[in-house]
């Protein structure tokens, strides 16, 4: 992987991480996300006006993404739900990088070197040590939970392929992830307003939010969106997921969270898989 594409990947997996403990920090975590997703729609109206919309051939796969984008997030709830929040996570995420590895072939053309699947496999096994750490401490995982993961997963990892294709014939990048997101941000504030929330009220009590996590996931999602154009899907999705290995180091180095020996494994797992795919 080109280096400015892999150090671009790091820095969307890292600001990917912070905003995402930020919105878990938040009191009411439900209400963080809606104000994160709509904040991030409001400041790229002004993209929009600017630069215009994307090219015309993208605008189905757009349409697919912010649909299954919606739908991704009813299954994260629902997987959370049913389970532990340590336990589905990880898990999710872990198993989104292998769908794309083998999607990527016939939807892509995109067949991963030896490297990159073995850097790919070595994520995904650290995210899911990761998951089944959790399972084994709070003994939460159950048959319906594990489905809804699996599916969680599969329709995630579809968005991911629906992203990637939308911003290849999208044209400019930049355009692209503005419209997802301008999107994004009006489909959940119907949502929210359908589900008796005062939007307006809701974003000005999240308002750090709104504001500056809102603003930390739109460079995290704008350099994903780049990165999609410059390599390939699956390698550019396990990169994203190592920010799960931001976090750990965040819970370690700031929260001072202890770390068992199945989470340093899972650490040089990730660690090992990053110095993979740059090879």
């Known amino acids: 992987m080109d280096i400015v594409v892999f150090g671009a990947m790091l820095a969307s997996a890292f600001l990917h991480a912070v905003w995402n403990a930020w919105v878990k920090s938040r009191r009411d975590s439900n209400a963080a996300v809606a104000a994160l997703v709509i904040g991030a729609g409001i400041p790229n109206i002004a993209v929009i006006a600017g630069l215009g919309w994307p090219a015309a051939p993208a605008w189905p796969w757009i349409a697919c993404t ?39 072939v016939p ?22 040590l990761i998951g089944w750490e959790a399972a084994r401490r709070t003994r939460t995982v159950t048959l319906k939970g594990l489905a809804l993961i699996a599916l969680a997963a599969a329709v995630t990892a579809a968005s991911v392929l629906t ?29 929210q307003a359908l589900r008796g929330r005062r939007v307006d009220r809701m974003l000005v009590r999240e308002w750090p939010i709104t ?67 740059r090879l």
């Open 163 to 191: 992203d990637a294709k939308g911003s290849r014939l999208g044209g400019n990048p930049l355009v692209y992830a503005a419209t997802i997101a301008f999107l994004n941000g009006v489909v959940m504030a119907v949502l």
């Open 66 to 104: 912010v649909t299954l984008s919606i739908a991704a997030l009813t299954l994260l709830g629902a997987a959370y739900r049913e389970g532990d929040f340590a336990v589905a996570f990880p898990m999710i995420r872990g198993l989104i990088p292998v769908v794309l590895v083998v999607a990527a």
């Open 211 to 277: 504001i500056f996590a809102a603003l930390v996931s739109i460079v995290s999602y704008q350099l994903y969106i780049w990165s999609l154009q410059q390599a390939p899907v699956a390698l550019v999705s396990a990169m994203r997921e190592t920010s799960m290995l931001f976090a750990l180091l965040i819970a370690l180095v700031i929260l001072r969270e202890r770390f068992g020996l199945w989470r340093w494994l899972a650490v040089g797992l990730m660690l090992g898989g990053l110095a993979l795919m």
């Open 107 to 128: 939807l892509f053309a995109e067949a991963p070197t030896l490297f990159g699947t073995l850097g790919v496999a070595c994520v995904s096994a650290g995210l899911l």
